[in-house]
């Protein structure tokens, strides 16, 4: 699997005075090459600058992106910032089969306790498929890539997607619409389909008596 590009906006409101020096999480397999703020100024960063052993790294789990920001920020300012990084999150494990590792770290974060609205684009090779958290808003194409849009409702705690040669099943409901993804190359995938549909839809008729 080549790596894997991307580019972070963040946007967020400072919560107290004279806040100068931000701290995020990201992957240890990402590595940040820019930061900038909503000006386009390239702001100043360490990522785990003190780390100097693959051991260390390994043990700590996460980097830790520090941003410094050009002045010290006020209280209830909005801001944004903007990170591009790159790495190896993502791993081939069969035909058509991929792992997708750091699901809570592929992007910049400040954990889970920190919720958000997401909104999420993805380019990759066909004829793979990107299956993510929220609802898809639309889906292209564009020469040998498929694209997709997705979007987030409500404020969540993570966003995390999958990715792989899917085939995908739908069972219509009275007011819950299932779809189910899996993997072409699992046994038996059908029936499995159709008992998880079947379960789900047991599970919504029981909630509405």
Same mark, same amino acid.
């Given at each position: 699997?080549?790596?894997?590009?991307?580019?972070? $906006?963040?946007?967020?409101?400072?919560?107290?005075?004279?806040?100068?020096?931000?701290?995020?999480?990201?992957?240890?397999?990402? #590595?940040?090459? &820019?930061?900038?703020?909503? @000006?386009?100024?390239? @702001?100043?960063?360490?990522?785990?600058?003190?780390?100097? #052993?693959?051991? $260390?790294?390994?043990?700590?789990?996460?980097?830790?992106?520090?941003?410094?920001?050009?002045?010290?920020?006020?209280?209830?300012?909005? #801001?944004? @910032? #903007?990170?591009?990084?790159?790495?190896?999150?993502?791993?081939?494990?069969?035909?058509?089969?991929?792992?997708?590792?750091?699901?809570?770290?592929?992007?910049?974060?400040?954990?889970?306790?920190?919720?958000?609205?997401?909104?999420?684009?993805? &380019?990759?090779? &066909?004829?793979?498929?990107?299956?993510?958290?929220?609802? @898809?808003?639309?889906?292209?194409? $564009?020469?040998?890539?498929?694209?997709?849009?997705?979007?987030?409702?409500?404020?969540?705690?993570?966003?995390?997607?999958?990715?792989? =040669?899917?085939?995908?099943?739908?069972?219509?409901?009275?007011?819950?619409?299932?779809?189910?993804?899996?993997? &072409?190359?699992? =046994?038996?995938?059908?029936?499995?389909?159709?008992?998880?549909?079947?379960?789900?839809?047991?599970?919504?008729?029981?909630?509405?008596?």
């Amino acid at each position: 699997m080549t790596g894997f590009p991307a580019t972070t $906006e963040a946007e967020f409101v400072c919560e107290q005075d004279d806040e100068w020096m931000l701290t995020f999480d990201l992957s240890r397999f990402l #590595k940040v090459s &820019k930061v900038e703020d909503e @000006l386009g100024r390239s @702001l100043r960063f360490f990522q785990n600058s003190e780390m100097t #052993k693959d051991e $260390e790294i390994s043990r700590l789990g996460h980097d830790v992106v520090i941003v410094m920001m050009p002045e010290p920020m006020r209280r209830g300012t909005v #801001k944004t @910032l #903007k990170f591009t990084y790159s790495g190896e999150v993502i791993s081939r494990v069969g035909t058509g089969m991929f792992y997708v590792g750091s699901r809570g770290s592929w992007y910049p974060n400040l954990g889970t306790s920190d919720r958000a609205r997401y909104t999420v684009s993805f &380019k990759h090779p &066909k004829p793979f498929t990107i299956v993510a958290t929220g609802n @898809l808003v639309r889906s292209w194409e $564009e020469a040998d890539r498929r694209c997709s849009l997705w979007t987030t409702e409500e404020e969540v705690p993570v966003a995390g997607f999958n990715y792989g =040669d899917y085939n995908r099943t739908v069972a219509p409901g009275s007011s819950v619409q299932v779809e189910v993804y899996a993997n &072409k190359g699992i =046994d038996n995938m059908y029936q499995e389909v159709i008992s998880r549909m079947e379960y789900v839809r047991a599970r919504c008729n029981g909630s509405r008596q």
